[in-house]
């Protein structure tokens, strides 16, 4: 097996043509890492959850690192890193057209709204009701690609 590093135009790729990652966050020396779905716009990853840990946590501390892969198979495969900083999109008057932004890239996938937007069935209807969009603004990515051979690397 062979391994090389991802292009940015390479991890942009990536990033964007996956939804889900695995969003990782970190509170008094403890990290803490979910998968969650997101949409890729220009730079940023946008979100949508409903208040718990990762988003106390995220308040706490919003330095975030996101991690997304394709595996094709136990030779082959694509990742990419990408740090960034959490910020909360307000559903207010100077934040209405990101809000809305983040909307409308989520809402192209069916039922977008199901992972981040249920908890536990014990914790009842109203914990289910203050949902919120957040991004993740990249400030750095790095990739990295894996193949069978050399051939295969660079077409991979
Ligand atoms: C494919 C996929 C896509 C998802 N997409 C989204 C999304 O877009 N937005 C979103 O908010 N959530 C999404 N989720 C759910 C997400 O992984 C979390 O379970 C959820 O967001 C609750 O996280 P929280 O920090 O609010 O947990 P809380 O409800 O505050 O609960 C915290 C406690 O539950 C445990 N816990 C929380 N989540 C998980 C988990 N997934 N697995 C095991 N233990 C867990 C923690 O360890 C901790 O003990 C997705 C999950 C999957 C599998």
Known sequence: MFVRELSREECIGLVSSNH??????????????V?????????????FSMPGRKVDWMRTNPRVCV?????????SWKSAVIYGRYRELADTREGHDEHMHAWSLLEKRTNWWEPGGLKPVEEGVAAASHHLFFVIDIDEMTGRAAGEDRVDLASH
């Open 35 to 47: 998968p969650i779905q997101y949409a890729y716009s220009t730079n940023r990853l946008y979100g």
């Open 20 to 33: 889900i990652g695995r969003l990782a966050c970190a509170r008094n020396d403890q990290p803490y890492v």
């Open 67 to 75: 991690e997304v892969d394709e595996l094709a198979g136990r030779e």
